[in-house]
Structures are given as C-alpha cells and as structure tokens.
C-alpha cells in the first residue's frame, strides 16, 4: 500500500481511502440506518435520509469529476476567474466591475 501512495500522490491515496474504507462505510451506514427508519415506519424521515445521502455519496465518489484538476466546478471557478477584469483586482482603473460584455460576443 506504501508504494501505491507513493506513486501515485494525494490523488492515488484519496482513491484508495475512498475505494476501500469511505465509501463501503458510507454504504453500510446508510443501508443500516435506511433499514431502522423501516422498521420503524419512519418513511418521511426515510425519504430525508435518502436525499441527504444522495447529495454526500456524490461528494465522496464524484470528488475527482467535480473537483478535480479538469473537473466540472474546477472548470467554471476558472471560467468566472477568466471574467474578472484587470480593473477588479486593484491593479489600476476607474471602478471594480466583473467583465461580463465578453461573454456577449
């Protein structure tokens, strides 16, 4: 396991902790905790759980997709770091503004 931290970096040990220990964790924790709410005949609460743990099982196992060095949000920070103007950042200018007339083009 050494070795394959070594090699492949931060990226190859967050996809061996999410491979073998968070996610199947994740999993159980969910599928234990969906069937108490069963049992139980919570199924308002059961639906809430649900979402909520759709919304970090796409966190955990999306990490890379979205936040990864091409990922989806990495992209549009960029694109509106892009937008900003060099009047913005303090560098000279009349005012701060966010360039948006070039998206019109």
């Not at 069963?38 to 890379?64: P, S």
């Amino acid at each position: 396991m050494n070795s394959i931290i070594l090699s492949g970096g931060l990226s190859g040990l967050q996809s061996v902790l999410v491979q073998n220990w968070i996610g199947p964790v994740f999993l159980i924790i969910i599928a234990g905790l969906s069937v108490k709410f069963m049992m139980q005949r919570q199924f308002r609460e059961l639906a809430g759980f649900l979402v909520i743990g759709a919304i970090v099982g796409v966190l955990i196992y999306g990490t890379d997709t979205l936040f990864g060095e091409t990922g989806l949000l990495t992209k549009i920070a960029s694109g509106f770091a892009n937008l900003i103007s060099p009047e913005s950042t303090g560098t000279g200018g009349v005012g701060n503004f966010i360039n948006l007339f070039g998206l019109f083009k």
